[in-house]
């Protein structure tokens, strides 16, 4: 009998432990905030999970005025928490799937290498002695604004050797660096060996258009510099049409990619922001007759059966089938949201599952537009990463249409 005891009380103990963890990670899983075009209706996408209304306002606990308070509870019995849940309308939006051109110019121009450079005096480099770093961000050389790259060495080489004065953003913050260029043994000019770099342009995916103002998102993860890794500033950029030619499939330890050229010239639209959340923007079209699918807030996404929208041949984009195996609704992951695998037989033959240039095309689930694609597993190409669409569409509305 004794046995017995033990056994009972040791098993209830695991379960207790096991029972205490589970809390303890929903707590930190869930949100604390939810949006929701019905607050009294609210419910999230775990069977596991039950919600009730505790009958105030959440303003006091969120900060956000007009909010309910809605409690979760594990199986109906065991709270978890209590978030607030705020009624707001969901967008329509026309999920696109269209590839398109980026061509975008940063607020400055980006520190990504030194070199030393050979004067009377041996190998030294000034930008490096000066306090520089790779990554930084050079806004203005002797106060004049940077807007290129080639004003940087420009300014440096007609200084005459005298100490030029260069203003740079480092982590958000605005610092002066004095910078002694030297005469290069090689051409006689001044140098700073400072590597910098203004621009960058590629292929990706639009994931949803507003048809009332002509706002874009896409890709759903930021442009960075393939040297530093950091996200670059926006100056000015603009979309273009793209032409893909041929798709290099993806296979394990190399990813794929898109092949295509820059269809003309002629930008379709401007581009205002890039941040982790992906490029926003407007197009100069007006008129937008295309489907327009209600956008899923985060709750609403679940595991399961879903479609991604791809045009790989510039006519209509065309569905094919996933599936969302897992999900990440933490606050403060803004983008690999949701892990996706590609399930759809004529996608994984036609490119062995998500590419280079996929970023951004959408995600589509009960008849809703739920996110977006974002990275691909380099030893998997048949699964991902994606991002839901409300965060994506939360950074859209900053966007001046």
Request: glycine content about 12%.
């Amino acid at each position: 009998m004794r046995k017995l005891i033990h056994k009972i009380t040791a098993a209830l103990t695991c379960l207790s432990i096991a029972l205490f963890a589970e809390i303890a990670y929903l707590d930190e899983f869930l949100p604390d905030r939810y949006h929701t075009e019905d607050s009294a209706a609210f419910s999230l996408a775990q069977q596991y999970l039950s919600t009730s209304h505790t009958g105030g306002n959440a303003s006091a606990v969120s900060g956000t005025s007009g909010a309910q308070s809605v409690s979760v509870d594990l199986f109906g019995l065991i709270p978890i928490k209590t978030v607030s849940v705020s009624q707001t309308e969901a967008p329509n939006l026309i999920a696109s799937g269209d590839t398109f051109g980026v061509k975008m110019f940063t607020a400055g121009a980006i520190i990504v290498g030194f070199a030393d450079v050979e004067g009377e005096n041996g190998k030294r480099c000034p930008g490096k002695e000066a306090g520089l770093k790779t990554g930084d961000i050079i806004l203005s050389v002797n106060h004049k604004k940077i807007s290129y790259n080639e004003e940087v060495a420009l300014i440096i080489k007609e200084s005459g050797g005298q100490p030029v004065v260069i203003e740079a953003e480092r982590n958000g913050k605005k610092m002066d660096f004095t910078v002694s260029p030297i005469k290069s043994k090689s051409d006689g000019s001044y140098k700073g060996g400072i590597w910098v770099r203004d621009s960058a342009a590629g292929i990706g995916t639009i994931t949803f258009i507003n048809p009332e103002t002509g706002v874009f998102g896409g890709l759903g993860h930021a442009i960075c510099d393939v040297d530093t890794g950091q996200i670059m500033p926006v100056g000015s950029g603009e979309v273009c049409d793209v032409t893909i030619n041929s798709i290099k499939k993806g296979s394990s330890g190399n990813p794929g990619e898109l092949m295509g050229v820059f269809t003309t010239g002629e930008s379709i639209g401007t581009i205002n922001t890039n941040n982790e959340t992906g490029i926003y923007g407007s197009l100069f079209q007006k008129d937008f007759s295309e489907k327009t699918y209600p956008m899923a807030f985060q709750q609403e996404v679940k595991k399961g059966k879903a479609t991604i929208l791809c045009n790989f041949q510039g006519n209509t984009p065309v569905e094919y089938e996933i599936e969302i195996t897992d999900i990440d609704y933490r606050e403060e992951n803004k983008v690999k949201n949701m892990v996706i695998k590609v399930t759809d037989p004529d996608l994984i033959s036609l490119s062995g599952g998500i590419v280079q240039g996929m970023s951004g095309t959408p995600i589509i689930q009960n008849g809703k537009l739920v996110g977006a694609v974002t990275h691909v597993f380099v030893n998997d190409p048949t699964s991902g990463y994606g991002i839901f669409a409300e965060n994506m569409y939360n950074q859209s509305k900053n966007v001046a249409s």
